[in-house]
């Protein structure tokens, strides 16, 4: 059984929700997470904040926020075990994020030590 991090993309809520709508989407998500501990496939996950963020480019430039001109970011990831990326993207599609337009999940296996990722 391999581990995958799925990667929530998307806007921050803050500045398209109320305080009780972020409330019932991390509600949401909560029970999303539980399901999948259920099965004994979580490993970890967390949420990203999007205030106070830094970028660092290649030529040691920081600029403030992970934004720039794009619409949407890494909001936070969990990590999962699965038999296979298709029962991680089973996983991902049930993610609370994707009720917004544009929202995406990213999964990806996760490299072990053994030379070939």
Known sequence: MD?????MRHEDGAKVASAEQMQEWMKQTMDWIGGIAAQ??????TGLPFDNARV???????TNGPFGD????????????AESVEEAVEFAKGCPVLQGEGNTLEVRRIAKNDGAH
């Open 40 to 45: 004994n496939k979580f490993v970890s996950g």
């Open 3 to 7: 581990e995958y991090v799925l990667i």
């Open 56 to 62: 660092v480019n290649s030529k040691k430039v920081v």
């Open 70 to 81: 794009i619409k949407e970011t890494i909001g936070g990831f969990i990590t999962v075990r």
